[in-house]
């Protein structure tokens, strides 16, 4: 396993984590595989394994917690987020302080844990001031409930830089992480957000490396949906399932193809290229697929191919010349 620093912090995560978002908990044996991987990922020398408040309506974090508490805690990078409604009322959503010193309690609760390595800003919250949010974080880091903090979509490289202002200005810890969405479909981080990370010194944990599943090579032109795919229930990958993404899908299915490869190996270890990404968190309903994630690590990628997936999507960083 590949271990990289989570920005300039010394905590060194996984390049690859495992994530909770699609654990599906219906059903004894659904259980039985989803811990399968947690136990495999950790075997494999994953450490870093992400979670949220609001994912299953808290099962995920209590199945995590479970399947965990048989490893040493010292091995371990857990993380969870905070932001999406946990109950009916009006405090139980978004970044007040209240809201974020009750959910992480719960969180804690639900884990069996007596810290958090990380606690994610889920989304951003327009409603709250940001200096609130950034005192309660920072707290919960004096407190010891978490080590490290950092927030996830919807925080754009202005709100960082006024956040990482503040916390300057307030003699706050720090903020050390982002976690943006990003693959080869989706790449908008590379036109200011991973700059931005770069000079604050923050890590990058992106989720969706594969783009939803679009990036597996389960789903091609003109053949039918796989029985049982995300894609027969989910919206987002159904809406991601055009002529023109499933045209690039099979041209990136041939440069998988000529390094004797699969789509999803070639996916993850073409987002590992750069060493600002700290760690790619996946997803794996089963054993199967994790061990098909692992063997990016190995994947070494000609450079010529980078030039050629940014021709496919007519990709160039975006530069405004005046003058």
């Known amino acids: ?45 994953i450490n870093f394994f992400d979670c949220a408040d609001a994912y299953s309506g808290g099962e995920a974090e209590k ?3 479970t399947v965990l508490k048989q490893f040493p805690r010292k091995e371990l990078v857990v993380s969870s987020k905070v932001y999406f409604p946990t109950g009916e009322g009006p405090n139980d959503r978004g970044l007040s302080r209240k809201h974020i010193m ?26 709250t001031p940001m200096e609130e949010t950034l005192r ?38 720090p903020m050390s992480v982002v976690q943006p969405q990003y693959n080869i479909f989706d790449r908008y981080i590379e036109n200011e957000l991973m700059d931005v990370c770069g000079e604050l010194g923050m890590g990058i944990v992106p989720f969706s490396p594969l783009s939803q599943g679009l990036l597996t090579g389960k789903y091609r032109l003109g ?17 991601m399932l055009t002529e023109d993404n499933l045209k690039k899908v099979d041209a990136l299915v041939a440069m998988a193809d000529e390094l004797n490869t699969d789509l999803a190996t070639f996916s993850l270890a073409w987002a590992l290229r750069d060493p600002r990404i700290s760690s790619l968190i996946t997803g794996a309903s089963k054993p199967a697929q994790l061990e098909s ?23 160039e960083k975006f530069h405004r010349q005046i003058g």
């Open 1 to 45: 396993m590949e271990y990289r620093h989570l920005g300039k912090a010394g905590l060194r995560v996984s390049a690859l984590a495992l994530g909770s978002w699609m654990t599906n908990l219906h059903g004894q044996e659904k259980q039985d595989l989803a811990a399968q991987s947690i136990k495999l990922a950790y075997e494999h020398g």
């Open 63 to 65: 199945f995590l917690g």
């Open 102 to 127: 009750e959910s992480i309690d719960q969180s804690l609760e639900n884990m069996q844990l007596d810290y958090l390595d990380l606690y994610f800003c889920h989304r951003f919250d327009k409603e």
């Open 136 to 173: 309660a974080l920072s707290d919960l880091v004096d407190q010891g409930k978490i080590l490290y903090y950092g927030v996830s979509e919807g925080w754009t490289p202005v709100r960082l830089e006024k956040a990482n202002t503040i916390i300057k200005e307030e003699h706050l810890h």
């Open 223 to 239: 053949k039918p949906i796989p029985a049982g795919s995300r894609a027969t229930y989910q919206d987002q990958i159904q809406a």
């Open 293 to 315: 994630n692992l063997k990016a690590l190995d994947l070494k990628i000609p450079d010529e191919y980078y030039a050629r997936v940014d021709k496919l999507f007519h990709f």
